[in-house]
């Protein structure tokens, strides 16, 4: 059984190869319970293939990955979620002619029991189930201000309104951890500003673990408790936002010369 002191996710030794390219090279950290995670590095540094390692979308060649204290490496893809490790996409992965409740049910039917002959069926048990999902979805609504959008297609909305969407569907899943993949592309300064208070406020309000990837150095700072820096698919650095925007591998990395030149 799992200590409430134990990281909720331990990355141990993880290397990916896609022919002769190393995309991860041996890479280990861990994500305690609780805390917002930050995740960088340049492009090309490995920050997506290790998310979709852990969405076991890829196989890794080497080390393993534990959750809650227990391997995920032969877990397949479709049980990623019955975990509880949700997750966006840097490319909106939305039902864009569907309004914006039924998307953010869609994330709430990952943890219904209503199986396909009932569902077909219409049996009382679940319309009884479908009533509270609707439910759900309409508080997560309401906490991330989208109720007033919550009967239009999610194609025809603001792209901020969209991400926001992914973000509430996301979290109607009930992750133990959610990986965010690059949510603040495409957002201007005031819509960086709400992703930051509404990050901050689900890992409050809801108990939840974050693992963010991100190329805007503001948002990550500004919101991480810790911070693995990645470069040519190795960790570099580790450690507090402090540490990290002192240390002179992370600052080679992004300025691409050493920190004393």
């Given amino acids: 059984m799992a200590n409430s002191m134990d990281p909720l996710l331990s ?15 041996g890479v280990s950290f861990d994500v305690k319970r609780g805390h917002i995670c930050g995740l960088i590095g340049p492009n090309g540094a490995g920050k997506t293939t290790l998310f979709n390692c852990l969405s076991r979308l890829y196989p890794y060649q080497a080390g393993d990955m534990l959750f809650e204290g227990k391997s995920i490496t032969n877990s397949p893809t479709h049980q990623i979620a019955d975990m509880g490790i949700g997750r966006t996409f840097q490319n909106l992965a939305m039902f864009r002619t569907m309004p914006v ?11 219904s029991s209503a199986g396909f002959l009932s569902s077909a069926l219409r049996l009382p048990s679940v319309s009884a189930e479908e009533a509270m999902l609707r439910d759900k979805a309409r508080r997560i609504m309401d906490d991330l201000d989208l109720t007033r959008f919550q009967d239009r297609a999610v194609g025809d909305l603001p792209f901020g309104i969209q991400k926001r969407v992914e973000f509430a569907r996301a979290l109607a899943a009930e992750p133990k951890l959610l990986l965010l993949d690059e949510p603040a592309a ?3 300064h005031e819509e960086l500003a709400d992703l930051a208070r509404l990050i901050r406020d689900a890992r409050d309000r809801l108990h939840i673990t974050v693992l963010l990837v991100e190329h805007h150095m503001g948002l990550v700072m500004s919101v991480s408790d810790h911070i693995v820096a990645m470069n040519f698919g190795r960790k570099i650095a580790e450690g507090n936002p402090e540490h990290i925007q002192q240390h002179p591998d992370v600052i080679e990395a992004y ?5 004393n030149v």
Avoid: K, Q, S, Y
């Fill in 11 to 25: 990355v141990r030794g993880v290397t990916v190869r896609f022919g002769g390219i190393v995309a991860l090279d």
């Fill in 101 to 111: 409740r039924e998307n953010v049910m869609v994330g709430a039917h990952c943890r």
């Fill in 186 to 188: 495409g957002l201007n």
């Fill in 255 to 259: 300025l691409g010369a050493p920190a």
